[in-house]
């Protein structure tokens, strides 16, 4: 069976010329994609069972903010830089939109009832109770 070539992305190995037939295997194109996409989604495997929840919490919620233009700083590996000190405490993510402050404060069901827990959010409640353009909120993953 012949088929047209002119549109298949094939290199010489694998090149379709009149009168001949397809040759056994993938194209080195084909096997390439393949090999990335497979490192693709091993990474991306190995990124969520190496990080805990509130980790991938903190990173999701780095995304959300930056896909909606903000300037975003976070408490969390890869970031450039880490969010500054709000009264006496250090918030996991701090985002920034037209003069708006997002602040955020990232906990597991395990460690929402603990001491500090308890005193950093009521201590960062407190902080942008004081402000009006200072919105926060805890998370409170699984």
């Known amino acids: 069976m012949i088929l047209p070539t002119w549109w298949l992305l094939v290199d010489d190995a694998h090149e379709v010329r009149a009168?001949?037939?397809?040759?056994?295997?993938?194209?080195i194109w084909l096997k390439v994609g393949l090999v990335v996409s497979?490192?693709?989604v091993g990474?991306?495997?190995?990124?969520?069972?190496?990080?805990?929840?509130?980790?991938?919490?903190?990173?999701?919620?780095v995304r959300?903010?930056?896909m909606k233009g903000r300037r975003v700083v976070a408490d969390h590996i890869g970031c450039e830089r880490v969010p500054p000190l709000l009264g006496r405490r250090?918030?996991?993510?701090?985002?920034e939109d037209n003069g708006i402050v997002y602040v955020e404060e990232h906990e597991t069901r395990a460690s929402v009832n603990r001491r500090h827990s308890i005193e950093q959010d009521r201590d960062l409640r407190r902080w942008?109770?004081?402000?009006?353009?200072v919105r926060y909120r805890q998370v409170?993953?699984?």
Do not use: C, W
């Open 90 to 95: 250090r918030p996991d993510v701090v985002a």
């Open 128 to 133: 942008a109770a004081r402000y009006s353009n």
């Open 64 to 66: 959300h903010h930056t």
């Open 19 to 27: 009168g001949e037939h397809f040759k056994p295997g993938l194209p």
């Open 43 to 61: 990474k991306m495997a190995y990124d969520h069972f190496s990080q805990t929840a509130e980790q991938r919490s903190i990173k999701r919620s």
């Open 140 to 142: 409170v993953v699984d």
């Open 38 to 40: 497979a490192f693709a």
